[in-house]
């Protein structure tokens, strides 16, 4: 029953109240820690945590299920084992000799203050790692905008590859706006040349479609619905007056109409 992929209804109350534990060794959290070196620290002198090791807690959290803010990661941080809080560079309290872990209000400043687009770059340096370089499997990038839970109402814009799943990228949505600029501040830091994006009809855009094509050096699929009835209309005119110059048509456009198609 413990290894069944839904618990018993009791026995899963009682496993969401626990925290997840570090389930990586020392080696791999030094690791994590290399990936990090290259975000600049926000604070003028570094007293316990240095930034790489915090970015370092964070990933492992997340990989290991901590899915909310720095409460949970607090708690996290303080089921660390004195070997994996030495592995991440904690310094040791000379009073105690112990490694404190990393406070709730540390996380908060970390969380606020980190440069996003080097945090950005140096998570994907990371999946390059783990994952090796993109494939031709990762030629259709999906973007999209989605809200985070939990959040307050904050919505993030990202690229993934839809066969994949790799990340390509994630830009904040501001407040009051759309996923929109966005996506296409997003794209003006991503290479899509020999790929195409993949977009909602919200995205289509002639500002979004030149961006893919002429900046990017990529292609791209639009969605078109009806709430942009002109565009909708104007390519329903030339689906229909093309329909004989392009297959699965039945027309021959060198003989004329066939099998009883005009």
Not at 34 to 61: M, T
Not at 77 to 91: D, P, S
Not at 146 to 156: A, F, N, P, R, V
Not at 225 to 237: D, H, M, P, S, V
């Amino acid at each position: 029953m413990l290894r069944a992929e839904p618990l018993p209804p009791e026995w899963e109350a009682l496993e969401s109240a626990v925290v997840p534990r570090c389930a990586y060794g020392v080696p791999t959290l030094q690791r994590m820690m290399e990936y990090f070196r290259q975000v600049k620290d926000w604070r003028g002198v570094i007293k316990r945590y240095p930034c790489a090791s915090l970015l370092a807690v964070v990933l492992c959290a997340t990989l290991c299920g901590v899915a909310r803010g720095q409460r949970d990661l607090a708690a996290f941080a303080r089921g660390l084992t004195k070997f994996q809080r030495r592995a991440l560079r904690f310094r040791r309290d000379r009073r105690t000799g112990e490694y404190p872990a990393p406070s709730e209000t540390t996380f908060f400043r970390l969380l606020t203050s980190v440069d996003p687009h080097e945090l950005e770059q140096a998570l994907l340096g990371c999946q390059d790692h783990v994952l090796g370089p993109p494939t031709e499997e990762d030629r259709l990038i999906s973007y999209d905008g989605k809200t985070l839970l939990s959040s307050g109402g904050i919505e993030l814009a990202s690229g993934y590859s839809a066969q994949t799943g790799r990340w390509m990228g994630t830009e904040a949505v501001e407040a009051g706006s759309n996923e929109i600029p966005a996506i296409q501040r997003l794209l003006a830091r991503t290479d899509l040349n020999g790929k195409t994006g993949v977009m909602d009809a919200l995205n289509t855009q002639v500002e979004t479609a030149r961006q893919v094509v002429q900046d990017c050096g990529g292609d791209y699929v639009l969605t078109v619905k009806g709430n942009q009835k002109g565009l909708a209309e104007t390519l329903q005119q030339l689906q229909e007056g093309a329909r004989g110059a392009f297959p699965p048509s039945t027309v021959d456009v060198r003989s004329g109409p066939a099998h009883g198609v005009e």
